[in-house]
């Protein structure tokens, strides 16, 4: 029926969820906002990245209920609940995060830096780390997990050339 709808979610929402692959599958759901009292920090940081906005607002997220209307006004940061008539303010986003959001994201870049990072790196050094250097267990999670220092430098130049800015000022 063309509604978006906004999910009221408890407390380290998104907790567990170290891929883009989570938020990009609440936005492609049409998910407008997600509400919650605390969000992981690596969901967050995801969600923003794809432009999936999420507002961290306690009293909002317990006090909205299933079925209410709800609008979020989010360069003030006040989340209304036309149901009820009662309003609650969370923190305004920066300008540059609200730039990011506005823009959309950056789903594609995101999607294809994964992509190489996992299958092309991680996972080739994982598999070395496991049966041909034998490292102890402990070590191979640290070398799964190093996925993020190998998008660190494709990220940087990204960020430099303002992408985000450019599809939010077309």
Same mark, same amino acid.
Request: proline share 7%; hydrophobic share 35%; glycine share 10%.
């Given at each position: 029926? !063309?509604?978006?709808?906004? $999910?009221?979610? !408890?407390? %380290?929402?998104?907790? /567990?969820?170290s891929r883009e692959h989570a938020p990009l599958a609440i936005k492609s759901c049409g998910v &407008?906002?997600? $509400?919650? +009292?605390? #969000?992981?920090? $690596? #969901?967050?940081? %995801?969600?923003? %990245?794809? /432009? =999936? +906005?999420i507002v961290e607002c306690t009293q909002a997220a317990e006090e909205i209920q299933a079925g209410d209307q709800v609008e979020v006004d989010f360069a003030t940061g006040v989340i209304t609940d036309v *149901? *009820? /008539? &009662?309003?609650?303010?969370?923190? @305004? #986003? @920066?300008?540059?995060i609200e730039g990011i959001i506005q823009g959309g994201g950056d789903a594609k870049f995101n999607m294809a830096l994964n992509l190489i990072s996992t299958w092309a $790196?991680?996972? +080739? =050094?994982? #598999?070395m780390a496991a049966f041909w250097w034998k490292l102890p267990v402990e070590w191979v999670g640290v070398v799964i997990q190093s996925?993020?220092?190998f998008k660190c430098l494709p990220t940087w130049l990204h960020f430099?050339?303002? *992408?985000?800015? &450019?599809? =939010? *000022?077309?």
């Open positions: 029926e !063309g509604r978006r709808e906004i $999910i009221i979610g !408890g407390r %380290n929402w998104g907790s /567990g969820s &407008k906002c997600v $509400i919650a +009292p605390s #969000f992981a920090r $690596i #969901f967050y940081r %995801n969600s923003i %990245n794809i /432009g =999936l +906005p *149901t *009820t /008539g &009662k309003t609650y303010q969370s923190a @305004p #986003f @920066p300008a540059f $790196i991680v996972m +080739p =050094l994982s #598999f996925d993020q220092i430099r050339k303002y *992408t985000w800015m &450019k599809k =939010l *000022t077309r």
